[in-house]
């Protein structure tokens, strides 16, 4: 079946870097785009941005832009998600989630998210 | 974008329905029939449960169903039940960015 299963939990000190990975399987990973979405402690969903899995070419949402930074590797099936420069704000579940649909406009699957701990 | 806005929670008795709205503007809700709702338990991934203001996916229950009314979509799902408890999130583009609402906390009495 169709699933993404994400690396495990991370904690980090500020100003330290992390990466976040998103393996696919049960599906031709090239043919559908990948998201990220963010969700802080006790709050809602933040759409992050998208990869297209084809080309490479990544889009950030307002304020994703800088310090995120998404990359694939399509021999293994698995996009990625890097933040740099850590800040206690980024303490938050990171979810992949591919586009559910040639449309682009849903998200289905969703990895089972991994939470990033930013902490001195 | 602004967050859609949703009620903060809704509650139900087994067997019966309830309707969560979720209210945008005329750039986003009202400018595209592109809504969709996602269902989120405590400490799981939110799970696609509506698209396109009304379909369906696979395997999802049609007690599940999906409208919009100018600004304004809502989310109905009928026969309550336990299983149902769970945060609500509706979704619609404004451009070509997506826009959460800020979810609904849903309790089965």
């Known amino acids: 079946q169709v699933q993404l299963v994400q690396s495990g939990s991370e904690l980090k000190k500020p100003g330290a870097s992390v990466k976040v990975s998103c393996k696919a399987s049960?599906?031709?990973?090239?043919?559908?785009?990948m998201n990220w979405v963010r969700q802080a402690p006790g709050q809602g969903l933040e759409w992050m941005g998208w990869?297209?899995?084809?080309?490479?070419?990544?889009t950030y949402a307002q304020g994703f832009t800088g310090r995120f930074v998404f990359s694939l590797d399509t021999s293994v099936s698995t996009a990625y998600l890097q933040i740099s420069s850590l800040k206690a704000e980024d303490t938050a579940v990171y979810y992949c989630a591919r586009d559910y649909d040639s449309s682009g406009y849903y998200l289905l699957p969703w990895g089972q998210g991994t939470l990033v701990t930013v902490s001195s | 974008q602004s967050a859609l806005t949703q009620p903060a929670s809704v509650s139900g008795s087994p067997g019966q329905s309830i309707t969560i709205s979720c209210t945008g503007t005329?750039?986003?809700?009202?400018?595209?029939?592109?809504v969709s709702w996602y269902q989120q338990h405590p400490g799981k991934a939110p799970k696609l449960m509506i698209y396109?203001?009304?379909k369906r996916p696979s395997g999802v229950s049609n007690r599940f169903s999906g409208s919009k009314s100018g600004n304004t979509a809502s989310l109905t799902i009928s026969g309550l039940q336990a299983e149902d408890e769970a945060d609500y999130y509706c979704c619609s583009y404004a451009g070509s960015s997506p826009v959460f609402g800020g979810g609904t906390k849903l309790t089965v009495l």
């Open positions: 396109e203001g009304s």
């Open positions: 049960g599906y031709t990973f090239t043919s559908y785009a």
């Open positions: 990869i297209n899995t084809n080309t490479g070419n990544p």
């Open positions: 005329s750039s986003d809700v009202g400018s595209y029939n592109l």
